[in-house]
């Protein structure tokens, strides 16, 4: 019986097949196999599949000690930490490093050369009283993409395009960086809420950081990208000036469409410290089920204290919360 295997099927088994990373290869191998038309005709090559999913799974585990396998570096995870993870990516010396260097406490080494940067790094930076933790990452070129990008992009939370528009050559340094995550699949999109258009990518939320903005040539390199990328949020920065600095914890906020919650305890001011992180729209009982989940289950109802309300106004769990809103339990 022929195994009448979709065209689609065949171009994922070419990159496949090219794959070295396990991490990405098991990916892959995933989805070859929930591609695959489920009929006799490929039943073995169902289980051919498996095999070769159970394989990688045991190589990764086993820390890619297989002899003559490509090992997994340690740098493909990430341990998340505050509010998001913000992957920094981009072209050599655009400043990725040094936007990382000046906003956190991660010390990555910065040079005029290319290629400084050979493996990822996280520090935490602060917007307010929300900690982010920014990834710096070697550069994307057109010979040079590290096997464990793709997986650290599309674990993060955030995507941000570092790019010096202060150097001649935008349009062509952008497209490499955009076009080679689009090769291993991932889509960096202005905007996740027009949807996902093929599942088979990873649709990752990002914006553009037109670095040394105030060095010569900067001006018009930053009108340049904006023509470029008008749907994208694009912050100019430069690690000269703080506040562009702080303009770029701003665009981090803004771009995860987020929002703060504080909360106080009966009795007590509210603090201002250390708020629950909730996604735009969220509820009084999204808000409890952060703290704990029995919490939000013995939830009787909430005071509200925010901007445009009536200070301890008393709510129901379903009621939608607004950023910095101030919040009172009552269990
Ligand atoms: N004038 C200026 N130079 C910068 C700025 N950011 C980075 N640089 C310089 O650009 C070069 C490359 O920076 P680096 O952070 O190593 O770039 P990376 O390769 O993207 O990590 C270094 O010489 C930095 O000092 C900036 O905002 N303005
Ligand atoms: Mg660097």
Redesign the pocket.
């Known amino acids: 019986m022929p195994a009448n295997l979709p065209p689609q099927y065949y171009e994922l088994e070419r990159e496949f097949k090219k794959e070295n990373d396990p991490y990405e290869k098991l990916r892959l191998a995933k989805e070859l196999l929930a591609i695959m038309p489920k009929h006799k005709g490929t039943d073995k090559l169902q289980a051919d599949m498996k095999a070769k999913i159970s394989l990688l799974r045991k190589e990764i585990e086993g820390g890619g000690k297989k002899h003559g396998a490509h090992h997994a570096t340690d740098h493909t995870h990430i341990e998340k930490e505050g509010a998001a993870q913000v992957i ?1 990516i ?13 906003l956190t406490h991660a010390k ?10 050979r493996e990822p790094l996280a520090g935490m930076t602060t917007y307010e009283t929300v900690r982010f933790q920014l990834i ?4 994307i070129s057109e010979e040079h993409f590290e096997t464990y990008m793709p997986n650290l992009i599309r674990q993060a939370d955030l995507v941000c395009v ?1 790019e ?1 528009v ?1 150097t001649p050559g935008i349009e062509g340094r952008m497209k490499i960086v955009f076009d080679r995550a689009k090769e291993k699949r991932i889509a960096l999109v202005s905007d996740l809420s027009k949807g996902v258009d093929d599942p088979s990518f990873a649709y990752k939320k990002t914006f553009i950081a037109a ?5 010569d040539g ?1 001006d018009r390199g930053l009108e340049e990208i904006k023509r470029l990328y008008p749907d994208y949020r694009i912050v100019p ?5 703080d506040d ?1 600095m702080a303009g770029f914890n701003a665009a981090i906020f803004e771009s995860l469409d987020i929002m703060r919650i504080y909360t106080k305890r009966v009795g007590h001011e509210a603090e201002l410290v250390d708020p629950i992180i909730l996604p735009l729209g969220g509820t009084v009982e999204d808000a409890a089920r952060m703290l704990h989940k029995d919490f939000a289950k013995n939830l009787q109802y909430a005071k509200i204290w925010g901007h445009g309300k009536f200070e301890g106004q008393r709510v129901k769990n379903n009621y939608v919360l607004s950023d910095k809103d101030v919040i009172e339990f009552h269990i």
Request: a negative charge; zero cysteines; glycine letters at 6%.
């Open positions: 920094l981009g072209s050599p010396n655009s400043g990725k490093s040094s936007i990382v260097d000046a990555p080494l910065i040079a005029d050369y290319p290629f400084t940067t710096d990452t070697p550069p570092v010096d202060s670095n040394k903005y105030l060095d900067g920065t430069t690690i000269l000036d562009s």
